[in-house]
């Protein structure tokens, strides 16, 4: 936890800069790099985009809530290192999941 996952960015340049992305989001969120998942899904886009390197990320981030501060330090950190690849247009949404609704091996994080 956080859990992120991309689209519109290539696996192989994702895995160049995973780990000091990691490394500075532990910090922002103060946890960590354990902590973190990252994961590509493949996408095609079908409107708007030539074949070859993509134009467009979007990125979802899974997360128990941290407040705005620290969603705007995270978004700023997450574009920084998505732009590095010479992807133009990045975007993200952080969906917040509560505690009493996530288990981790079958147990509740929350009692």
Not at 67 to 76: E, L, M, P, S, W
Not at 80 to 107: C, K, M, Q, T, W
Request: proline share 5%.
């Amino acid at each position: 936890m956080p859990h992120l996952i991309f689209r519109g960015v290539p696996a192989d340049k994702l895995h160049t800069i995973s780990l000091p992305l990691a490394n500075e989001l532990a910090v922002i969120c103060e946890c960590g790099t354990d902590n973190f998942t990252m994961a590509c899904l493949h996408t095609t886009n079908v409107f708007g985009n030539e074949a070859g390197d993509p134009d467009f990320a979007f990125i979802e981030v899974g997360w128990f809530e941290r407040g705005q501060q620290v969603r705007n330090r995270f978004a700023q950190a997450v574009t920084a290192y998505v732009a590095e690849l010479g992807i133009p247009e990045i975007e993200i949404v952080f969906h917040a999941y509560r505690e009493d609704s996530y288990y981790i091996n079958g147990e509740p994080v929350a009692e």
